[in-house]
């Protein structure tokens, strides 16, 4: 059975930098593509990053471009979100979700992934 645990949030004040961790298993993941996402109050989930595992090839959301960075660790079976120069509006529950598949295009849908941790909360302060 697949699992998928984040860890990692916490309290930061604005301008300052967060690492995020995932950890999955329960099956091998040559083919998979780990994805982060987040979900503030009142608001839809949306998509932050992802990173396919074979290949270690990445796609990151416009709005957090050049700030937040994820890369695998593949000895570990581990992803991480490397978060810089937060602001406030990035406080967030963060999510890490996993999917399997010939995806040609990184996938960027909620819909599009399979399996998903239990999320950790980010908050940045003013």
């Known amino acids: 059975q697949v699992q998928v645990v984040e860890s990692g949030g916490g309290l930061v004040q604005a301008g300052g930098s967060l690492r995020l961790s995932c950890a999955a298993s329960?099956?091998?993941?040559?083919?998979?593509?780990i994805g982060w996402f987040r979900q503030a109050p009142g608001k839809e989930r949306e998509f932050v990053a992802a990173?396919?595992?074979?290949?270690?090839?990445?796609y990151t959301a416009d709005s957090v471009k050049g700030r937040f960075t994820t890369s695998r660790d593949n000895a570990k079976n581990t992803v991480s979100l490397q978060m810089s120069s937060l602001k406030p509006e990035d406080t967030a529950v963060y999510y890490c979700?996993?999917?399997?598949?010939?995806?040609?295009?990184?996938?960027?849908?909620?819909?599009?992934?399979?399996?998903w941790g239990r999320g950790t909360q980010v908050t940045v302060s003013s």
């Open positions: 990173i396919r595992w074979s290949g270690g090839s990445t």
């Open positions: 979700a996993a999917t399997w598949g010939s995806w040609l295009e990184v996938p960027s849908g909620s819909r599009q992934y399979d399996y």
């Open positions: 329960g099956r091998t993941f040559s083919s998979a593509v």
